[in-house]
């Protein structure tokens, strides 16, 4: 089934069915919970009753500004325009249905809506039903319906909030609203159904209540303008949708703010349909998300930072964690220890703030850094290890290539070029064999040619290591891309370099590809379904529609960045 997402700083409601018909799940990040909470069931259906007889109301839903979802519904003479906003800095969303008279008579009908939030999930990685209790009452405050989430303290409330409405509870947890309505020919109404979350039921009211003041048109439009100041035109409208729906995403589903603590964090995503959603990776986030964030928004990038130099700085290089920074996967990987300080210096160079890097947390986790970088430092070969590969499976060699040049780039941005220059001898003694670089090799001359598309050597020109030019790197891309290679996918019409980790093209491969200058992995790019125009972890070679991963928030910054880079390249 096709999803479409929008989404907020505090909510994502990452789900939502197309038609319309039914808005079944949200979800919000929890510090306290260590990660997130979805909630699922019957959010909200609406539908209209005429004549003694009810209709649900369905359409399709197109994304307005690429990010907002909104369609129409015709139902007879009726149209119906549903519009659902996530506003910015709101812990709750709107539900907005307009319906217009197209008769040439006057209409008497009734509006009902209903809602019942059967489950709520805990996820981290997996999604495990979490067994407390689901009140729905009328709250006194609001004379609305609320459902209060407890397991024998509170946990989360929904309030919802909306004009006009005669509410009754039922006996199953859930709601009914009535709204009756009479509309002149050629009229037009409108119901926004304001929806509040909080830790409790006053909080819950008070912020449906508190958008209710603020407006439905004004929070819209002040949507829409925080969208356009950072999203980005192009002359290609296919390359601009795809760029700008997969920041959008990225934005707003590889980071957040815990409606609890309000803590900005940050994780691989928000979307339960991810299989490591809502866990934090060094490498995810500063890799592939915080390049694209940069671009469109220096704030949020420097919150980036900040929490990876606060929250979670004690684990840095630990292959996965919790939002609250303590370790989820234990295992030691290279790659993640070197992205704070290579995502620092992206930082400083774009943006010529130097501040951060000078903050007394930024200092003492880049010592910690180069401490961990000397643990790892093999004296016989000049190399450094790895026990996890950027796939997180573990590293049949220890050193890999693609990882030390990482090292050498985080040496010479920390000003220790004696050592750089070792380590480049090194990486030219030890990981060119037969006139290419090996994905990874031993102490003893073992080798391994290979390539993993999170952590690929087509990237080493793009890492300043060598030129593009560079006989030993062109025969490591011709060797990787050749059509015989197990996982190159050529001449597919999706290809692009897959892995052992998932077998078919990756998305990360493609925008690398597309960065490098190949318009074909460009037009793959943009044209492949992925899921439903989101990033995934891996596509199909011939329907270019999703194998793994759904849902991908960080790799979807990972695609906005490579657009972006060729918007730059083209201007």
Same mark, same amino acid.
């Given at each position: ?6 989404g ?15 808005l079944d799940?949200?979800?919000?990040? *929890? ?61 709750? &969303? ?21 809602s019942?939030?059967?489950?709520v ?23 609305? @319906? ?58 819950? #009211? ?7 003041r ?6 819209l ?19 601009e ?14 980071t ?12 691989? *995503?928000?979307?339960p ?32 930072l ?11 290089g ?30 400083e ?15 003492? #986790? ?7 970088l ?12 790895? &026990? ?10 220890? &050193? ?21 220059e070792?380590?480049? *001898? ?19 001359g ?43 996918f050529?001449g597919?019409?999706f ?7 998932? @077998? ?11 960065r ?19 990033a ?15 849902? &991908? ?18 201007k």
């Amino acid at each position: 089934m096709k999803h479409i997402a929008t989404g907020n700083e505090f909510v994502s409601l990452s789900s939502i069915d197309p038609e319309f018909r039914i808005l079944d799940s949200f979800s919000v990040l *929890s510090m306290s919970c260590k990660g997130m909470l979805d909630f699922r069931g019957k959010v909200l259906e609406s539908s209209i009753e005429s004549n003694g007889e009810e209709q649900c109301i369905t359409g399709h839903l197109n994304l307005k500004n690429w990010w907002i979802p909104s369609g129409h519904c015709q139902i007879g003479k009726l149209q119906i325009t549903e519009t659902i906003l996530c506003p910015m800095g709101m812990k709750g &969303f709107v539900v907005s249905l307009s319906l217009a008279n197209q008769s040439s008579e006057d209409s008497q009908f009734v509006l009902k809506i209903q809602s019942r939030i059967h489950d709520v999930y805990h996820c981290v990685n997996l999604a495990k039903r979490l067994s407390g209790t689901i009140e729905t009452r009328i709250c006194s405050w609001t004379d609305s @319906p609320v459902h209060d989430f407890s397991m024998g303290f509170p946990v989360l409330c929904t309030a919802f909030l909306s004009e006009g409405f005669q509410w009754e509870c039922s006996s199953d947890s859930g709601f009914t609203g009535t709204r009756p309505m009479m509309l002149k020919s050629g009229e037009t109404k409108s119901a926004e159904i304001f929806i509040g979350l909080g830790y409790e039921e006053i909080a819950a #009211a008070t912020s449906a209540r508190h958008m209710e003041r603020i407006g439905f048109e004004c929070l819209l439009d002040d949507a829409c303008r925080w969208i356009k100041e950072r999203t980005f035109k192009c002359a290609d409208s296919m390359l601009e949708s795809a760029l700008n729906r997969n920041l959008l995403f990225c934005l707003f589903y590889s980071t957040g703010i815990t409606y609890d603590t309000e803590e900005f964090c940050l994780m691989t *995503s928000r979307c339960p349909r991810y299989y490591v959603s809502a866990a934090y990776w060094d490498r995810d986030s500063l890799f592939w998300s915080f390049p694209a964030i940069l671009k469109s928004d220096r704030s949020i990038a420097k919150k980036m930072l900040e929490y990876v130099f606060t929250k979670q700085r004690r684990n840095i290089g630990i292959h996965s964690r919790y939002i609250d920074g303590t370790v989820l996967e234990p295992g030691f990987e290279l790659d993640e220890l070197c992205a704070p300080v290579i995502a620092l210096k992206q930082y400083e160079n774009e943006t010529g703030d130097a501040e951060l890097g000078s903050m007394e947390n930024a200092k003492a #986790a880049l010592s910690e850094i180069l401490k961990m970088l000397e643990e790892h430092h093999d004296k016989a070969t000049g190399l450094y290890s790895t &026990f996890l590969q950027p796939t997180d499976d573990v590293a049949a060699l220890p &050193f890999l290539t693609y990882d030390n040049v990482l090292v050498w780039k985080v040496l010479l941005r920390l000003g220790r070029n004696g050592e750089a220059e070792q380590l480049r *001898s090194a990486i030219l003694a030890h990981c060119i064999v037969d006139g290419m670089y090996a994905w990874s090799v031993g102490r003893n001359g073992e080798h391994l040619f290979y390539d993993e598309p999170p952590g690929s050597l087509l990237q080493l020109s793009e890492l300043l290591w060598c030129p593009s030019d560079d006989p030993a790197y062109l025969k490591t891309k011709a060797n990787i891309l050749r059509k015989e290679y197990k996982f190159s996918f050529a001449g597919m019409p999706f290809g692009a370099i897959g892995c052992e980790h998932a @077998p078919h093209p990756w998305i990360l491969s493609m925008a690398t590809e597309a960065r490098l200058g190949n318009e074909e992995a460009t037009r793959k790019l943009v044209h492949a379904s992925m899921d439903n125009g989101i990033a995934c972890e891996s596509i199909d070679e011939t329907t270019g529609e999703c194998t793994t991963g759904e849902a &991908f928030a960080t790799c979807a910054g990972f695609v906005a960045w490579s657009l972006i880079k060729i918007l730059e390249t083209v201007k």
